[in-house]
């Protein structure tokens, strides 16, 4: 009996010891805890680690991030000591963006209309006018500066290319067109708006001109190879990236009405390579259009004509598209 009480006192002993053990924390309410978990006095505990604790994952972190930055930084400087500040590494064929310039025309409607391509306006508004001047306006601003840089000269056909020159190109040579002669509204209070077109520059893009009849494209048209084969124009006079602007589609061609082309119907060939010399300014086709129809809708083609110019309408190669509609 002895041995069985000191046996059953013994285990009560450790189960007491076991209860004490395991005993629950006392329950602390929600504010109580965040303030042990700020900082627990027992411990020295800031946030769940100590001191040093803190002090060794922080050091880690700062070494850690400083190896990354420097080596984020060491490859961006190989990078680039690769790229060329004044030209692109990949040029033309090599390049995204390929040797095949397309069209652009001014003036583009208002931001508002994101992806449009209508010039749409009532010629009987002053103040439904005044966004196509303005915007017209701004875009030849280069182009009505009277004052030139030293780099900046006067060329024509006969003129040699010199190294680091570039070819004056005014808004006072686009005839009816320009700012002098229209007093600033290009005809469109007269339903003879005019429209600019110039091509995208490609870096080092030199034109393959048609100035003879030779191989001419059997879609070019019958005006260009007449102006080409004719003699209205001396030899060199027709070194030129040739302009055609028609109607898209037979309805577009009889609404449309007459066209003019100033300062002539194509940029000349000496205003290219573009080579990101200062003060470059790609040469203008100003196109005017004879009163067209009223209160129609018409879809007008422009197209760049070159050997080294390819079309294609659905990409817009050599080309470019728009509407227009006068109220």
């Given at each position: 009996m002895y041995n069985f009480g000191k046996y059953n006192a013994k285990a009560m002993a450790d189960k007491k010891v076991a209860e004490q053990y395991y005993t629950r924390p006392p329950k602390l309410s929600g504010w109580e805890s965040f303030k042990i978990f700020l900082w627990n006095g027992e411990t020295s505990q800031f946030m769940g680690r100590t001191?040093?604790?803190?002090?060794r994952i922080l050091l880690f972190y700062l070494l850690f991030y400083a190896a990354l930055a420097g080596f984020f930084a060491g490859l961006l400087t190989i990078f680039w000591q690769t790229l060329d500040n004044d030209k692109p590494k990949w040029q033309l064929e090599a390049s995204l963006i390929g040797?095949?310039?397309?069209?652009?025309?001014?003036p583009m409607p208002p931001e508002a209309k994101l992806g449009s391509t209508l010039i749409w306006y009532k010629a009987s508004s002053p103040s439904n006018m005044e966004y196509w001047f303005k915007s017209v306006d701004t875009f030849l601003e280069d182009?009505?500066?009277?004052?030139h840089l030293e780099n900046q000269i006067h060329c024509d056909h006969n003129t040699q290319k010199q190294e680091g020159k570039v070819c004056i190109f005014s808004a006072d040579s686009l005839g009816n067109c320009s700012p002098e002669k229209t007093k600033g509204k290009y005809g469109y209070p007269e339903r003879r708006p005019c429209v600019f077109l110039k091509l995208n520059k490609i870096y080092n893009w030199r034109p393959e001109v048609y100035n003879t009849t030779e191989n001419l494209p059997a879609k070019m048209p019958t005006y260009i190879k007449q102006s080409i084969g004719g003699e209205q124009l001396k030899p060199k006079d027709k070194n030129l990236v040739w302009i055609s602007c028609e109607g898209e589609n037979p309805a577009d061609v009889e609404n449309l009405g007459g066209i003019n082309y100033f300062p002539q119907r194509g940029f000349p060939d000496y205003y290219f390579p573009f080579n990101n010399v200062q003060g470059y300014l790609p040469p203008l086709v100003a196109v005017q259009?004879?009163?067209?129809?009223?209160g129609v809708l018409?879809?007008?083609?422009?197209?760049?004509w070159a050997k080294n110019i390819h079309h294609d309408r659905a990409e817009r190669r050599g080309s470019v598209h728009f509407e227009l509609m006068i109220d």
């Open positions: 001191a040093g604790s803190w002090a040797a095949n310039p397309g069209l652009g025309f001014r182009y009505k500066k009277t004052s259009f004879d009163h067209p129809k009223s018409i879809n007008i083609e422009c197209k760049a």
